[in-house]
């Protein structure tokens, strides 16, 4: 096994105790709980702030003139702002609440698209996109008459740079990329995409789900036009989510849903549309779960996100030397740039069987396409099985992990 | 690793590993294709016929071990029955795996396929254990497309 830099100045076992669910048992073995792409788990002091807002403050925001609708409004508001600080965003009015990547993207796509994006126009996406990032982009694509270009990858799993900048051209309306690939852990270098990009001034959608859990972001050193991720990534509740627009872009789209709170006036003639954020607001939101990753926001700033970041990527290094040492395991993406996604197959098991099995072991990892089958198609593999780490787990956690894949390959040797 | 033993038996782990009537049959009268699209198990199910007896079947695809050994199964047991037979016997798996019926205490004709009621406590799996199952009765129906999701 490869030399593996030792972990130190985190001290993981106090982080733990920050997180109620860590101290449970699955299938009675402690939960090693290994599937933080697909969610991550929440700190007490976001149970809290949320359970307070339930227990104390509740009320719709945004129309009420008494006590409580104003107090929500401006724990909701407050949410907004330490969102701003957090992605560094030029304005908080720049960042809209949605209820995760998903409908941000799908936000975008529709509100950008339909105004944007004509016959014979081009969209550029690339092989590794989450479904959420392609099928909102081929409707519109459907709808306007465009087509849609892919930035190839190598066997890596990494993004064929020179190709991304020979699909751009004057027929590019815009580029809709991955800043950390979900099934694979690449990180791509977006920023220097980005500003390939606005030499053409095309706009760039960074779909930054898997990004803003594993290492801080500047959206404005990033120059990036539209900058999307979910709440329950980063250790707060579901259904909060953010799209980031610069506001030259957010002022010029049309609204995307319709509804209360987000108009000016409205008569049958003409409705008129409030000014951004609330334009694409519509209707009540998830004003717990706002309110929720502004805590987890909190709790971010609190730690030291540098030495937090460090410490998951020395544990993806020890999960790779480890996986790695046995023949069987194949691991797929191996770009030199990841973030702390650990896909893999197990020749001759699917990985389904991977995962009941583990999952008795109490190990929870994620089995199946990942919503990326484009990448499963490039790497010819049905489904992979996939550990992902946060700053909470520990490598007597990933020492499990490579014994009980031994265990699986015992079981169906 | 109790539980477990009782989902990835013996018999299960040998019939993923030598899965039975694993071709394709050439002009078959019936086929239908299964997909579990959350998983991305993907199997054809052919039929050969008989006036109403099942003279051949046989599956090709990919899938989890649950889902290849409940297809090898399948095709062991129903080969030779009438459609009727076969149909009771698709109704009673499916009630099987979803806990609708007690295998070891009512009356069925499930046999040696009893051992797939295991999955009830793997919810996950339930439906790869009856992907097979509902393609053979999509065919048998003359639908060529079955997805469980």
């Known amino acids: 096994m490869k030399a593996v830099k030792e972990m130190t100045s985190w001290d993981v076992e106090a982080i733990r105790k920050d997180f109620p669910v860590l101290s449970r048992t699955v299938n009675e073995k402690p939960l090693v709980y290994l599937d933080n792409s697909a969610s991550s788990q929440v700190p007490q002091t976001v149970i809290d702030r949320t359970s307070k807002y339930l227990a104390e403050e509740h009320s719709n925001i945004h129309r009420g003139v008494h006590y409580l609708s104003q107090h929500a409004t401006t724990a909701y508001e407050a949410a907004r702002e330490k969102v701003k600080r957090f992605i560094n965003a030029g304005d908080a009015k720049e960042c809209i609440f949605v209820r995760g990547t998903t409908e941000g993207i799908n936000l975008v796509a529709y509100s950008y698209g339909r105004k944007f994006i004509g016959e014979g126009d081009e969209i550029i996406l690339s092989a590794m996109e989450h479904h959420s990032n392609i099928v909102p982009w081929q409707i519109v694509a459907e709808e306007r008459g465009a087509k849609i270009r892919v930035i190839p990858m190598n066997e890596r799993g990494e993004l064929i740079i020179e190709e991304y900048d020979k699909l751009l051209n004057e027929r590019t309306k815009i580029v809709a990329i991955a800043h950390v690939s979900n099934s694979l852990g690449t990180v791509n270098p977006i920023k220097e995409m980005i500003a390939t990009a606005h030499k ?17 972001v500047d959206v404005q050193d990033l120059d990036a036009d539209f900058f999307v991720f979910s709440g329950h990534k980063i250790f707060a509740p579901t259904a909060s989510g953010i799209v980031y627009g610069k506001r030259e872009w957010l002022d010029a789209m049309p609204p995307y849903q319709t509804g209360g709170g987000m108009i000016r006036t409205v008569s049958f003639e003409k409705t008129t549309y409030a000014p951004i954020p609330e334009k694409f607001e519509a209707g009540t939101p998830g004003i717990a779960a706002g309110i929720g990753l502004g805590a987890a926001i909190d709790y971010l700033n609190a730690l030291d996100f540098e030495a937090a970041a460090e410490y998951e990527h020395s544990l993806l290094e020890y999960a790779t030397a480890r996986l790695s040492d046995i023949p069987e395991v194949k691991i797929i993406g191996t770009a030199a740039n990841k973030a702390s996604v650990l896909s893999f197959t197990i020749e001759g098991i699917h990985p389904h069987d991977i995962g009941t099995i583990l999952d008795q072991q109490g190990i929870a990892v994620r089995a199946g396409h990942h919503c990326a089958q484009p990448v499963m198609q490039f790497f010819d593999v049905p489904a992979t099985a996939r550990a992902s780490f946060a700053f909470y787990n520990t490598k007597e956690e990933v020492d499990k992990l490579a014994d009980s894949i031994q265990k699986v390959i015992e079981v169906f040797a | 690793m109790s539980e477990l033993s009782e989902l990835y038996q013996e018999v299960i782990l040998e019939h993923n590993k030598n899965p039975r009537n694993f071709r394709e049959i050439e002009s078959p009268d019936r086929t239908a294709d299964g997909n579990n699209p959350l998983c991305g198990d993907a199997l054809r199910v052919y039929v050969k016929l008989d006036g109403d007896t099942v003279t051949d079947v046989a599956f090709k695809g990919s899938g989890c071990a649950i889902s290849k ?18 149909e009771v016997i698709f109704d009673e798996f499916h009630r099987m795996v979803t806990g609708e019926l ?45 997805t469980t999701e």
């Open chain 2, 69 to 86: 050994a409940s297809a090898s199964m399948m095709t062991q047991f129903v080969k030779g029955k009438s459609r009727e037979e076969a």
């Open chain 1, 200 to 216: 053409f001034g095309v706009p760039v959608l960074v779909d930054a789900a898997q990004s803003v859990p594993h290492f801080p």
């Open chain 2, 102 to 146: 007690n295998a070891e205490a009512e009356e069925n004709h499930l046999g040696r396929l009893k051992i797939f009621a295991g999955v009830l406590e793997f919810p996950a799996r339930v439906k790869c254990a009856s992907l097979s199952w509902h393609t053979l009765h999509a065919a048998l129906q003359g639908e060529g497309e079955v």
